[in-house]
């Protein structure tokens, strides 16, 4: 079996292509980052450098793959709207044009679940919830419209099927618990509101798992979109806690009204666009949203079509992870 990765040089893309490659597949991972593509490619994966707004290049990669898993995307709290906007919406359009010129026997595209949040608390949401009309982020935006250019492929016969994991984390992260830890170090971890806030985090390979069973499941979940999470709900202040207490790190929380917050958020993203560069504000409205507003995914759907049971569970991931990062920083 053949198959295509895209963001392969990324987290999960990264983590995908070494188990594909493992169960024997024939895997040609596209992606940006030379240093990790050469990694990739000592395990015995076909790089492909190369950038999903390159038609040309996404076209003829999707040439004789059996499933093309869409991995990738440009994930970032802060940015302009222009290059999300190329990568993650014109990008996937670029994916589609090659499985449809291709026949690809299936599409597995990762979306994001930033697509069903705002600024107000929703627990156990369903997949079939109306989503909000407004994204709160550029980010959440071109997801979306990456989504509605797969249900679309999907509805005019195109074999795909859509996952939106929620927080991955595990070996190998460099975005959610590294800016904790980060934010730890400069500044205190923003506890908004005592941290009361409910949060579902995802283990990477739990996420890789709920790929391989979207590939592998009968027809009927073609046209389909599943979350993904560990299914376990955590308070984010008792998680963050126990993060810390397994890095053998003391914890700075730094208590923080959600009012005030949102508040700092935007005049921090108004002064970074007025300034030169556009650099990242240390905190954005949708930051604030996702660490202090209550926000969990219900997964009976792909435990029903899928058969997806999570096998690593939060404190397992948590270890892994915790491992990990003492290993990459002598500590």
Known sequence: MKALVTGATGFLGGRLTQRLIEAGWDVTALGRNVEAGHML????????????????HVLAACAGQDAVFHCGALSAAWGA??????TNAAGTEHVLAGCRQHEVGRLIHVSTPSVYFGASDRLGVKESDVLPARQASAYAATKRLAEAAVERAAAAGLPAV?????????????????????????TGVPMID?????????????????LLLCQSAPPHVLGRTYNITNGEPAVFSEAVSALFDKLGMRLKAKPIPFAAAYAAAAAMELAAKVLPGEKE???????????????????????????????????????????????????
């Open 41 to 56: 490619a000592k395990i015995g994966a076909r790089f492909l450098q190369a950038d999903l707004r390159s038609q040309e």
């Open 162 to 186: 859509m996952i939106r994991p929620r927080a991955i984390f595990g070996p190998g992260d460099t975005s959610i618990l590294p800016r904790l830890i980060e934010a730890n170090v400069r």
């Open 281 to 331: 504000p240390m905190l954005t409205r949708a930051v604030v949203g996702m660490l202090g507003r209550s926000q969990t995914l219900d997964i009976g759907l792909a435990r029903q079509d899928l058969g997806y049971s999570p096998r690593v569970t939060l404190d397992q991931g948590m270890d892994e992870f915790a491992a990990w990062w003492r290993e990459q920083h002598g500590k």
């Open 194 to 210: 005592k941290g009361r806030a409910i949060v579902d985090l995802t283990y990477v390979d739990n996420v890789v798992d709920a």
């Open 81 to 86: 709207y222009r290059s999300f906007y190329e």
